[in-house]
């Protein structure tokens, strides 16, 4: 690493190695260089070999807006192997993880006596709380970094404190927060038995959180404000988002125009031409984000509605999700319809043929669409998204959220296509959704 000789305040930051939580992580430091400070950005050899599989295509500081990038082993180092870890066994995985990337960033941080410029702080995922116990062994400020809501932080700080009682059933009141059904918690707090093992990580972030220096927020007080006012008074709350690229929001860095890293490739060819032909707000985007996994026969109802909307859509299905569709869809693709594999979301969520987001409501998806003024049709899979959803429909009143059949796991193309045309034939508009989260 590259050393310096002045006195600037040098920050590490260590990116859990998801899609999810890269772009937030990245996207703060990004402002914590534009305010002077040095940082040095942390992630997996595993990660490494994704994004760059040969050395030529190495990054340096100049491409992600003077941030330095250091890569260490997750004792895996290899993306495939990773997947099958996680498919055979997770929690063996998360114990091997933890164990091995402890010892790496230890080893790293031995290293950084001899830098001209010291580290003092070290960001982390909140996923990630033995973090906190490294950054005390060398005498560093821990701040930890949720890349879920305010709210969603608040229901599993209140699980772990007993507060709220597992599994959820029925109604639960929520300090800050509206009345909640089972359905509008994350799944792991009603469906305890299924997501057992991601509950543990979850409810583990709390353990030595008054501990860390700061806790930072991808969200802001307008947005959560009620939510912020219930959450402990010991932990140093800080609301740093929405944490999007620079020329998505306030234009203050003329570069920021991208997040820099991405596990999936974006297809760039003709989504842009392809937009442009558009009339403004006449384009239904749909995406269920980077891990979701509809199951087969929900990716038929939504490719069956999809067949017979008089709206144009553009539709991401990761390549692994293809064979779920019915036979000959792509093959057969209408006219007014665009299938991609991944995309720059932002880049399409802010064009102005788009008229409606159907999403998963991860928080980051969440985030882009408010902040590029599209409502929402909501359609939660697993995880924080329901809540998200709630929030969405029932405070913001940004969009609607569809509703499942009797089986309660599935959701009817006819239902699918009336929240579609309730959104973008009688609907909410930007002006409604700016006035929601600002006024």
Same mark, same amino acid.
């Given at each position: 690493?590259e ?11 260590f990116?859990?190695? $998801?899609q ?13 260089v534009?305010k ?8 997996t ?12 295509q ?6 992600l807006?003077?941030?330095n ?12 192997k ?9 929690? $063996? ?16 941080l031995?290293?950084t006596?001899?830098?001209d410029c ?6 982390y995922?909140?996923?990630m ?16 970094f =949720? ?7 608040n229901? =599993? ?12 059933e029925g109604?639960?009141?929520?300090? !800050? ?6 359905k ?18 979850l ?7 008054s ?11 307008q ?8 959450l402990?008074?010991?932990?140093a ?20 125009r ?6 999936l ?9 392809w ?17 979701a ?13 999809l067949?017979t ?20 869809f ?21 064009h102005s ?6 999403t998963h ?7 882009e669409?408010l902040s ?5 049709v909501?359609?939660p ?30 959701i ?14 009688? !609907? ?5 959704i700016e ?5």
């Amino acid at each position: 690493m590259e050393r310096q000789s002045d006195h600037q305040a040098h920050i590490i930051s260590f990116l859990f190695p $998801a899609q999810g939580h890269i772009n937030p992580n990245l996207q703060f430091c990004k402002r914590l260089v534009a305010k002077g400070l040095k940082v040095t950005l942390i992630t997996t050899i595993s990660i490494r070999n994704t994004i760059y599989p040969s050395k030529s295509q190495m990054p340096d500081e100049s491409d992600l807006s003077g941030i330095n990038i250091e890569f260490i082993s997750d004792g895996f180092n290899d993306a495939k192997k990773v997947a099958a870890q996680i498919a055979e066994d997770i929690d $063996a995985y998360l114990e091997l993880f933890k164990v091995a990337v402890m010892q790496s960033l230890i080893k790293f941080l031995q290293t950084t006596g001899e830098w001209d410029c010291q580290p003092k702080v070290i960001v982390y995922d909140s996923n990630m709380p033995w973090i906190q116990d490294v950054a005390d062994q060398f005498g560093l400020y821990g701040a930890a970094f =949720f890349t879920a809501s305010c709210a969603v932080a608040n229901i =599993f700080h209140l699980a772990n404190e007993g507060v709220v009682k597992l599994p959820v059933e029925g109604q639960v009141s929520v300090p !800050g927060m509206p009345l909640l059904e089972s359905k509008d918690v994350p799944s792991s707090l009603h469906e305890v038995t299924c997501y057992s093992i991601i509950l543990k990580l979850l409810l583990s972030q709390f353990d030595n959180l008054s501990r860390a220096k700061w806790v930072l927020f991808s969200s802001f007080d307008q947005l959560e404000g009620e939510v912020l006012k219930t959450l402990p008074s010991q932990w140093a709350i800080k609301t740093i988002g929405p944490t999007i690229p620079s020329m998505y929001l306030d234009k203050r860095l003329n570069t920021d125009r991208d997040y820099g890293l991405y596990l999936l490739k974006p297809d760039e060819g003709t989504t842009k031409a392809w937009l442009n032909a558009k009339k403004e707000g006449s384009v239904l985007y749909i995406s269920f984000g980077s891990l979701a996994n509809l199951s087969e026969e929900q990716a038929q109802e939504v490719a069956y509605a999809l067949k017979t909307i008089k709206h144009s859509f553009i539709w991401v299905v990761r390549e692994p999700e293809r064979k779920k569709l019915p036979t000959d869809f792509i093959e057969n693709l209408p006219d007014n319809g665009l299938i991609l594999s991944w995309c720059s979301q932002l880049e399409v969520l802010n064009h102005s043929a788009i008229g409606c987001f159907l999403t998963h409501c991860g928080w980051n998806s969440v985030l882009e669409a408010l902040s590029a003024g599209v409502p929402m049709v909501a359609m939660p899979q697993w995880m924080d998204q329901p809540t998200n959803a709630k929030y969405v429909e029932d405070v913001w009143k940004v969009g609607i959220r569809v509703k499942t059949n009797q089986s309660g796991k599935v959701i009817p193309r006819d239902e699918i296509n009336h929240c579609i045309s309730q959104v973008m034939d009688e !609907g909410t508009t930007k002006r409604d959704i700016e006035h929601s989260c600002h006024g």
